[in-house]
Each structure stands twice: as structure tokens, then as C-alpha cells.
């Protein structure tokens, strides 16, 4: 069974830091793209980042180019989202997502099969 569960969510001053974490399990970082989405309050989902170890290759929304980065443990099977300089407007609940195969596409939400329950990140100003 494919399981996510993240982690490391809080409240932090604009221009802080917070590193989320993604504990996977039930499959092979290999064979699957694993992203991150987050949705503010009636706000559509709106992708973050996503990792594709096959390819080597990570991608970013351009809100949050050079200033977040992600990147994964596969000892611990754990993918992390380091967020640096945050804004009031990262405020969102932040979910990991996971699919089989190539992260083309990796924006959609659409094509993501597997989801953790998500965790709230609050930037204040």
C-alpha cells in the first residue's frame, strides 16, 4: 500500500524558514514522481516542486524558484521541501503527491494517484 506522511509544518515570520518532510512508503523512489502541492483557502491546489529520481531532475513553480528546494533520502525514504525566505502568500496547507512514472505533466494534480493528508504552513507578516 502506498503511503505518505508529511511533516514539519508550523507558523514562522516572513523571511523564515521550514523544511517539510515526505515519508513515503509501499514504493521505489525509481519508479515515481513525487511532488509537491499546496492549497491556500479558496484557492485552487497549486503545484510547488516535484523530484523524478529516474531522471534526475527536479522542478519548480517560478513563485518559489530560488527560494525553496527539494530533495530526497533514499535510506529513509523521505523527501524534504526546504523553504527558505517565506512570504505571507506561501501561506497554504502543503500536501505530498506521488505517481508512477516521469514527472511530466508534474503541475497537474490531476495525475497524481497517491496523496498524504497534508500540513499547514502559516507565514505571518
Known amino acids: 500500500e502506498v503511503q505518505l506522511v508529511e511533516s514539519g509544518g508550523g507558523l514562522v515570520q516572513a523571511g523564515g524558514s521550514l523544511r517539510l518532510s515526505c515519508a513515503v512508503s509501499?514504493?521505489?523512489?525509481?519508479?515515481?514522481?513525487i511532488a509537491w502541492f499546496r492549497q491556500a483557502p479558496g484557492k485552487e491546489r497549486e503545484a510547488v516542486s516535484c523530484?523524478?529520481?529516474?531522471?534526475?531532475?527536479?522542478h519548480f513553480a517560478e513563485s518559489v524558484k530560488g527560494r525553496f528546494t527539494m530533495f530526497s533520502d533514499n535510506a529513509e525514504k523521505t523527501v524534504y521541501l526546504q523553504m527558505n525566505n517565506l512570504k505571507p502568500e506561501d501561506t497554504a496547507v502543503y500536501y505530498c503527491?506521488?505517481?508512477?512514472?516521469?514527472?511530466?505533466?508534474?503541475?497537474?494534480?490531476?495525475?497524481?494517484?497517491?496523496w498524504g493528508q497534508g500540513t499547514q504552513v502559516t507565514v505571518s507578516s
Open positions: 503527491a506521488a505517481r508512477a512514472g516521469w514527472a511530466i505533466g508534474w503541475e497537474f494534480a490531476s495525475l497524481y494517484h497517491h
Open positions: 509501499g514504493f521505489s523512489f525509481d519508479d515515481y514522481a
Open positions: 523530484i523524478s529520481k529516474s531522471e534526475a531532475s527536479t
